[in-house]
T-cell receptor
């Protein structure tokens, strides 16, 4: 069975501070990992995916297969980064449905 | 970018009635759509996978006779909550996945969600 764990429900930082949202997963095959973000009163939207290896809005995430982690990082948080962040995993075969973590609310204070 | 719409955005109904929720991919074709349920302050839980032209695949614990899914075209999937009861009140979210060979593969785009309240 596949599982995604986000240990922090809430992460509060000050503007300009570094941010790391933790995500660990369990999956027997080769998963595809995603980070989705949900701003207040908006729909869920894709932030980044591990196969793209890109930086979106200053965020990066590296897949560490040894530690089965996909932590989301940003060196300098901005107030507009305040949102709900979900880590998600998709299997590499079959339906490729997403399994979501419980989410972490990021609060960036001025 | 790919846009997914849901209708209605919110609905209030009486216990025992049925409610239909539509999910549309507006500018792309989606052979696969997914239906999720989200309780307050909780994550999204996959309910079922909707495949165009075939029967939906339901997750364990989801009653297929209670939550009827129809995926009649490449741009439309519907979820009907039959004989709704107060415990069915929730936020229902659909997503549509781009078809293979079109843009970013295996990317799901989410609708804005439908809030269902059963009195």
């Amino acid at each position: 069975a596949q599982r995604v764990t986000q240990p922090e429900k809430l992460l509060s930082v000050f503007k300009g501070a570094p941010v790391e949202l933790k995500c660990n997963y369990s999956y027997s095959g080769s998963p595809e990992l995603f980070w989705y973000v949900q701003y207040s009163r908006q729909r869920l939207q894709l932030l980044l995916r591990h196969i793209s290896r890109e930086s979106i809005k200053g965020f990066t995430a590296d897949l560490n297969k040894g530690e089965t982690s996909f932590h989301l990082k940003k060196p300098f948080a901005q107030e507009e980064d305040s949102a709900m962040y979900y880590c998600a995993l998709s299997s590499d075969t079959g339906r490729r449905a997403l399994t979501f973590g419980s989410g972490t609310r990021l609060q960036v204070q001025p | 970018g790919a846009v997914v719409s849901q209708h209605p955005s919110w609905v209030i109904c009486k216990s025992g009635t049925s409610v239909k929720i539509e999910c549309r991919s507006l500018d792309f074709q989606a052979t696969t759509m997914f239906w999720y349920r989200q309780f307050p302050k909780q994550s999204l839980m996959l309910m079922a996978t909707s495949n165009e032209g075939s029967k939906a695949t339901y997750e364990q614990g989801v009653e297929k006779d209670k939550f009827l899914i129809n995926h009649a075209s490449l741009t439309l999937s519907t979820l009907t909550v039959t004989s709704a009861h107060p415990e069915d009140s929730s936020f229902y979210i659909c997503s549509a996945r781009t078809s293979p060979g079109t843009g970013a593969r295996n990317t799901q785009y989410f609708g804005p969600g439908t809030r269902l309240t059963v009195l």
